[in-house]
């Protein structure tokens, strides 16, 4: 049972768009939500992160919005640049621990 | 120094052979992991040493054996192992266990091949 859901495998935008990738969970004990950036053969790079008790984390062109009541994240990405094209992963952590629960993750191109 | 390295970059190695896989981190970190990365897919967790003390084993077959000689090294020793364990392995490390000390960094990987 995948307890963190991204359903979007793939979003095309262009240069300077908005970029929104989702994220859904289903574990109500989930209580900090975390974003990675992806590379091909490289580790995941920590993007942004929020707490369950915040709404909104932005920081620079990225802004993470929470909505607890229905288990949903997202990642706003503004302006869009080429250099954003990634596998971009959601990730939770259990209030009782500190395992990262993965999502499938969402490759995000960026047109030129 | 905010990095998480990771040696060798690349690995092959027969069914037969012993090798090991090293991580090393300087942020002072007490929390690190090894995950398994299979291509298209995300990270699975297999390790979790917390105070240079084993905390979790996500059931991971034998042929792989972990261990922290001190709290800035972690190793993975493979042995035995079968070609569908061709992955690249990620290291990563964390402040602390709990929220909100527990963001990961990652390192860049070894990319292991088993023929």
């Known amino acids: 049972d995948q307890q963190v859901k991204q359903n979007s495998p793939s979003l095309s935008v262009q240069e300077g768009r908005i970029s929104i990738l989702n994220c859904d969970y289903t574990?109500?004990?989930?209580?900090?939500f975390l974003w990675y950036k992806k590379y091909p053969a490289e580790g995941p790079t920590f993007l942004i992160s929020?707490?369950?008790?915040?709404d909104k984390n932005e920081d620079g062109r990225f802004t993470v919005f929470l909505n607890k009541s229905a288990k949903h994240l997202s990642l706003h990405i503004v302006p869009s640049q080429p250099g954003d094209s990634a596998v971009y992963f959601c990730?939770?952590?259990?209030?009782?621990?500190?395992?990262?629960?993965f999502g499938g993750g969402t490759r995000l191109m960026v047109k030129p | 120094d905010t990095e998480v390295t990771q040696t060798p970059k690349h690995l092959v190695m027969g069914m037969t052979n012993k090798k090991s896989l090293k991580c090393e981190q300087h942020m002072g970190h007490r929390a690190m992991y090894w995950y398994k990365q299979k291509a298209k897919k995300p990270p699975e967790l297999m390790f979790v040493y917390s105070y240079e003390k084993l905390s979790i084993n996500e059931s991971v077959p034998s042929r792989f054996s972990p261990e922290c000689p001190n709290s800035s090294l972690l190793n993975l020793h493979l042995h035995a192992l079968q070609p569908e364990d061709s992955a690249l392995y990620l290291c990563?490390?964390?402040?602390?266990?709990?929220?909100?000390?527990?963001?990961?960094?990652f390192g860049p990987g070894t990319r292991l091949t088993v023929l």
């Open positions: 990730a939770a952590i259990h209030n009782a621990g500190n395992m990262l629960t």
């Open positions: 574990n109500s004990m989930f209580d900090y």
């Open positions: 929020i707490s369950s008790i915040k």
């Open positions: 990563a490390s964390s402040q602390g266990q709990r929220s909100p000390y527990n963001e990961q960094f």
